[in-house]
């Protein structure tokens, strides 16, 4: 057994530690301690956590998981309320199969400490087994090496995913693979066909970039019918808006954030700044509710969320907005991609039964079971194993059979086809993301300039990380 004392205050500052660390030491190197733990034996880092790790988590050896006992925990974020039914089905298929085993199924919710929490369990062996967490929390994770290798532990796992998802998401240790990537929501644009109208604008032609859609909210703004163009809060779509439109966060060697003198991103503030003076802004927007969708069913709001899923809410709450639901493509610049921001898989690093976590967690992400999952779940989502996307782009599931529905599914699967993870997204969470929030709103609601509100961030969001990295 390879033991390693818990670090002091990793604990307290689990989530932007392990940002602070991936910026100072991006490659992930074993041999160096900021990379979360000192080198163990063979390539993969010893992490520092408060417990016993069997040698074979970390040696090079790759799990046998051909037998299989005893029992693991698997934990979800947010399912088991609404989707309890499906997975207790798939958890008694898997248990059927593998007699003798037993998988404990958990669930947490999400929330703005989600991270911080998941990582203080991992630390101090608590984890779950088999873990469901999103992307934020797979890169603090995989920083602090509480994740296991699948490039060591199960070489050739990745061969069933998208290849552009799968070769943008190694965030280990020596630019390993630490998370399968699961599930995800492609954006795309949801507009209201009345409000464009009301407005002069082509209620069949939806903005094919966030230029165009600035200019859409603008006349939608001035139109007189006590509309809205665009919902102010940026917190849970700026940063993809921004790489529609070709802004990276951080420099090239992910080492520090360097956006504030990007031209297209003081742009996309002054437009914002403009829209909210102009009346084209909801005033309550930026201190409401985070997400268009609920003010997007009043009916005077133009652009809807960007996730397709909230549709649903939309079809129950209101049945004429939703019948006057347009869809296009995520506002993109081109040649950009879009982007892969979903829910992984992920096997701690301590487990004391890696060859059934191992197994199962294989077994969960799998083409048929991502098949099954985003297929008959209930949710508008899409797999990230190729031969699964293909299927269900093939075979869309029932909840798509409607006009709007089907629009927006289509328009979801294209996106999907072509989607990769956006590292920027990895970094720019909690705190970190909350200064570039906090000064953008500053500046849409006129309180500062937009360059000074974008430089006032920067300086914020790397101070963060530089002075948790030293």
Known sequence: MLKKKMAAGVVALAMFSTLGLAACNPGGSSSDSSSG????????????????IPEGNLDDSKIDTSKVEGEITFQTQGLQNDFGDFFKAKIKEFEDANPGVKINWTDQGGGAEFDQTVTAQASNCKMADVINVPSSTILALSKSNLLMDYDVKAPGIGDKFVKSIWDSTALGANDHHTALPWYFGPYITTYNKEVFKRAGLDENMPPKTMDELFEDAAKVGADGQGDYGIYGSPEWYMIAQLHGMGVNLLNADKTAFNFADNEAAINYVTKLSELYASGAIPKDSLTGEPDPGKAYTDGNLAFGTPNASFLKSVKK???????????GPFPTNPGIKPVFEGQYIGVSVTTQNAPLAMKFAEWITNAENEY??????????FP?????????????????????????YEEAAKAAKDAEAYTDVFYATGAVKDALIENVNKAIRGEVDPKTALKTAQDQMNEKLKALGD
């Open 372 to 381: 099954a999952w985003t297929h008959d779940g209930g949710a508008i989502i």
């Open 317 to 327: 709450n209101n049945e004429t907005v939703y019948q006057n639901t347009g869809v």
């Open 384 to 408: 990230a194993a190729t031969d699964a996307l293909d299927k269900l782009v093939a075979n869309p599931p029932e909840i798509a059979d409607d006009p709007v529905f089907k629009a927006a």
């Open 37 to 52: 733990g000192s080198a163990a034996a063979g390539s993969i880092p010893q992490p520092d956590v408060a417990c016993d």
